[in-house]
């Protein structure tokens, strides 16, 4: 494996449970959230400042819509927001299992949001499902038997869908054949199984070179591995839950990722920037990730 980098905390945040970094080049600022927190955030690296909105409900994900503002994911129910009035227009709304909720999603090159619910904390049956919303609201089931669906991301020519189950039991991520035409997984394949790595598969992006790059939640780290499932990098955080890393900056050369301020095992004098926003300088770019295109 090669050498890690190291990331550095840019947004004391504290959050509960930061996730969903997404990079905007047409305002050069990363929109994030707290999911338990139900806060909104948008750091804008060139002034350090993090703005913060208020969400009405847990929010899972948050993305940018190809008419403004953004597009998020609430405990049920997908939302384009308009941030000036903080006005939010359901735009779907999703089966997600009894005490569960929805969870990580990505956009495909089409424009179609792809989006994942997750079990009850305590369920004994995997009923979680992965969705792709049309750009014209339609919702069709693509995958299921999870118990928690992660690790969404596209490789860089847009066929091979990542997706992850990041369950302590399960803790296995798949690579799958996407068909961009018709919206389809067509088949799924192991990648890789984390039983012996550090941490559980969490938040997940993609670079150039079409390396997956995985938030071992648990582990302390992010991980990199190549289209054939080699481990080959990582990034080491100084915390014990990063939850999701994307790509950014001006050249798309900066990993920025989110962690989390809950359920740690590991006392909070140890790792007092849990829930902090951490960015590590890479020797890759990341894929840009099309907006969310579902009409309004």
């Given at each position: 494996?090669?050498?890690?980098?190291?990331?550095?905390?840019?947004?004391?945040?504290?959050a509960?449970?930061?996730?969903?970094?997404?990079?905007?080049a047409?305002?050069?600022?990363?929109?994030?959230?707290?999911i338990?927190?139900?806060?909104?955030?948008?750091?804008?690296?060139?002034?350090?400042?993090?703005?913060?909105w208020?969400?009405?409900?847990?929010?899972?994900?948050?993305a940018?819509?190809?008419?403004?503002?953004?597009?998020?994911?609430?405990?049920?129910?997908?939302?384009?927001?308009?941030?000036?009035?903080?006005?939010?227009?359901?735009?779907?709304?999703?089966?997600?299992?009894?005490?569960?909720?929805?969870n990580?999603?990505?956009?495909?090159?089409?424009?179609?949001?792809?989006?994942?619910?997750?079990?009850?904390?305590?369920?004994?049956?995997?009923?979680?499902a992965?969705?792709?919303?049309?750009?014209?609201?339609?919702?069709t089931?693509l995958?299921?038997?999870?118990?928690t669906?992660?690790?969404?991301a596209?490789?860089?020519?847009?066929?091979?869908?990542?997706?992850?189950?990041?369950?302590?039991?399960?803790?296995?991520?798949?690579?799958?054949?996407?068909?961009?035409e018709?919206?389809?997984?067509?088949?799924?394949?192991?990648?890789?199984?984390?039983?012996?790595?550090?941490?559980?598969?969490?938040?997940?992006?993609?670079?150039?070179?079409?390396?997956?790059?995985?938030?071992?939640?648990?582990?302390?780290?992010?991980?990199?591995?190549?289209?054939?499932?080699?481990?080959?990098?990582?990034?080491?955080?100084?915390?014990?839950?990063?939850?999701?890393?994307?790509?950014?900056?001006?050249?798309?050369?900066?990993?920025?990722?989110?962690?989390?301020?809950?359920?740690?095992?590991?006392?909070?004098?140890?790792?007092?920037?849990?829930?902090?926003?951490?960015?590590?300088?890479?020797?890759?770019?990341?894929?840009?990730?099309?907006?969310?295109?579902?009409?309004?």
């Amino acid at each position: 494996m090669t050498p890690g980098a190291i990331a550095e905390l840019v947004v004391d945040a504290r959050a509960e449970a930061g996730e969903s970094p997404w990079w905007c080049a047409a305002e050069q600022c990363l929109y994030w959230v707290d999911i338990h927190g139900r806060r909104l955030h948008c750091f804008e690296p060139g002034t350090g400042v993090d703005r913060v909105w208020t969400t009405p409900d847990l929010v899972t994900f948050v993305a940018t819509h190809a008419a403004g503002g953004v597009v998020v994911a609430l405990r049920d129910r997908v939302c384009h927001v308009d941030l000036a009035s903080e006005t939010y227009r359901v735009i779907a709304r999703l089966r997600v299992p009894a005490g569960g909720r929805l969870n990580d999603g990505t956009v495909d090159s089409r424009g179609r949001l792809l989006i994942g619910t997750m079990s009850a904390p305590d369920a004994v049956a995997a009923t979680g499902a992965l969705y792709r919303i049309d750009l014209n609201g339609a919702i069709t089931k693509l995958l299921d038997k999870f118990r928690t669906v992660n690790g969404l991301a596209f490789a860089p020519d847009g066929r091979t869908l990542y997706v992850s189950d990041s369950h302590p039991g399960i803790r296995t991520v798949w690579a799958c054949e996407y068909d961009v035409e018709r919206g389809t997984v067509d088949s799924s394949r192991l990648f890789v199984a984390t039983h012996e790595l550090a941490g559980r598969p969490d938040g997940a992006c993609v670079d150039t070179e079409g390396g997956y790059w995985m938030a071992a939640i648990d582990g302390g780290c992010v991980l990199r591995f190549e289209p054939d499932g080699k481990l080959v990098g990582s990034v080491s955080v100084p915390i014990e839950k990063p939850s999701k890393p994307a790509f950014g900056g001006l050249e798309l050369d900066r990993m920025f990722i989110t962690s989390l301020r809950r359920n740690l095992s590991k006392p909070l004098e140890s790792q007092p920037h849990a829930g902090g926003l951490f960015v590590a300088r890479l020797g890759v770019r990341g894929v840009a990730i099309p907006d969310c295109a579902i009409t309004l």
